[in-house]
């Protein structure tokens, strides 16, 4: 079955304000890494995380560091241009073998 | 940052034919990837690439379907011959490979239209 359950699968948020992604993993996982895809299919490298907490300007990101069983993204004061589908994608292997385990990924729609 | 390139970003084919989806990965990493994306669902792994050698392989990864680096060029995924629900987006992703885990950079993908 799915080991990456992502939510909500759709969002519209008003410009100026935030909200949060979720995703849940049905094991322990690893890493996490975080996508944006935009209109013309571009996946976007938005944070990898081990563990902890990562931010960049508006965007912060959390992995759950004691069952790495979840992991949130965080958007603050969304703007338009932060409209696209965004992936979460989780590793549970030991070694690197980049095998990520993709989300179905949250459609975000910003407007004004 | 680095940049995945992938060459065309369009293609179209007919059933049967052989296709080969080119990918130019950053200069200096050393693992490379395959993933498929079927219009509307989740990107799904599909191989990675170390050293010249496939390193795992998923289901998806028929027979018909195999990836080479040929002296440092262009990192290829070839299907031959193709089938219908070969239709996809293909992207390439790479990394540096100088630890256990890290971030993957992908390429803006290929989208394949067999039919």
């Known amino acids: 079955g799915d080991q990456v359950e992502q939510s909500p699968s759709a969002l519209s948020l008003h410009e100026g304000t935030d909200s949060a992604l979720r995703c849940n993993f049905t094991?322990?996982?690893?890493?996490v890494q975080w996508f944006r895809q935009n209109s013309r299919g571009s996946l976007i490298s938005l944070f990898y995380?081990?563990?902890?907490t990562k931010e960049n300007g508006r965007l912060k990101s959390a992995f759950d560091s004691k069952e790495r069983r979840y992991s949130t993204l965080h958007i603050r004061d969304a703007q338009l241009e932060d409209s696209g589908t965004y992936f979460c994608?989780?590793?549970?292997?030991?070694?690197?073998?980049?095998?990520?385990?993709f989300g179905h990924g949250t459609i975000l729609r910003v407007h004004p | 940052g680095p940049k995945v390139l992938q060459i065309p970003s369009h293609q179209i084919i007919d059933m049967g034919q052989m296709v080969t989806l080119n990918c130019d990965p950053v200069?200096?990493?050393?693992?490379f990837y395959w993933y498929k994306q079927i219009l509307g669902q989740q990107m799904e792994f599909l191989v990675n690439?170390?050293?010249?050698?496939?390193?795992?392989k998923s289901k998806l990864f028929k027979d018909q379907f195999s990836v080479e680096r040929p002296d440092g060029s262009y990192f290829t995924l070839k299907i031959q011959p193709t089938a219908l629900e070969d239709s996809a987006v293909y992207f390439c992703?790479?990394?540096?490979?100088?630890?256990?885990?890290?971030?993957?950079?992908f390429g803006s993908g290929t989208r394949l239209t067999v039919l």
């Open positions: 992703a790479s990394s540096p490979g100088r630890r256990s885990a890290e971030t993957l950079y």
């Open positions: 094991t322990t996982m690893r890493s």
């Open positions: 995380l081990a563990s902890g």
């Open positions: 994608a989780a590793t549970n292997t030991g070694a690197n073998t980049g095998k990520l385990t």
């Open positions: 200069s200096n990493h050393l693992y």
């Open positions: 690439f170390y050293n010249g050698k496939v390193m795992e």
